[in-house]
Each structure stands twice: as C-alpha cells, then as structure tokens.
C-alpha cells in the first residue's frame, strides 16, 4: 500500500549549515520530522552550495518518514551575490544599490530555471531582470 501524504513543509535554510534550533527545529518537529535526521541529510545534499539559502519542500508521510527536494536560491539572493550587496534598496525607482551585467543576468536565469515557469532562457532572463528592477538594480 502506498504511503499517505500528510504534511507539505517549506523552509528555507542555509546550504550545509542547517541545525536542530528555530526557526528549523520547531517547524519539523510540529511536522512530526526527525530533526537530526533531516538536517544531516539536507548538510550533506547542499555541502557544495555553501553560502547560498536554499529553500526545501519537505513531504511528510503517515509512517514519519519524509522526502525533502531541494530548490533553487531566492532569485533575489542571486542578485545580491551577484552585485556584491547585502540588501536591495529601500527606494527602488530612485535610488539604485547597484548594475547587473547581460552576462549576470543570463547566469542567474540558466541557475533558476529548473524553477521558473518560462518556456526558454530570454523569458527566464525578463524574469529575473524584473526582481532586479524591483530591489533598486539597473541590468545594463
């Protein structure tokens, strides 16, 4: 008999640095989650990925076991990695925080793709110009 879905999780968490304390621990363990468990299989799946917030959709079944996949990065921390930046800008349509380049640009799409639901990669590339618009970022 196959196994009953009971639970859809999402969290984001740091690439290879996931621990048992909040906002992690709690979120699993309501979900009935091992939460050692999970953290050391999602360390050892993201170890080449450090540095980035990787987002997670974990699927819990009736039995307690669980089957997590792993997503690409925020689109806009892409961004903000790519022009060296911390934030985006407060003000986006009058003060800029920074310039991505085309070949930025078309980096951050290819990296995203698996994840946005456009049919090649200059629409993928509108898309992620338009999240850098929004954070205050030209795309010369």
């Known amino acids: 008999m196959a196994k009953k879905i009971i639970k859809k999780v999402k969290v984001i968490a740091p690439a290879g640095k996931a621990t048992p ?20 299989k999602f360390n050892e ?9 990787i987002p997670v959709v974990i699927t819990v079944y009736d039995d307690r076991s669980y089957d997590f996949v792993l997503k690409t990065p925020p689109t806009s921390s892409l961004i903000l990695k790519a022009i060296k930046k911390d934030k985006g800008s407060g003000k986006p349509n009058l003060t800029k925080v920074g310039t991505l380049s085309k070949a930025d640009l078309k980096g951050i799409a290819e990296r995203k793709m698996p994840d946005l639901n456009a049919n090649d990669i200059d629409a993928a590339m509108k898309i992620v110009a338009g999240t850098a618009r929004q954070m205050g970022v030209d795309v010369k």
Not at 21 to 40: E, H, R
């Open 21 to 40: 304390a909040p906002p992690l621990g709690p979120t699993l363990g309501q979900a009935g989650v091992n939460i050692g468990d999970f953290t050391k």
């Open 45 to 53: 799946a993201t170890k080449d990925m450090a540095g980035d917030m």
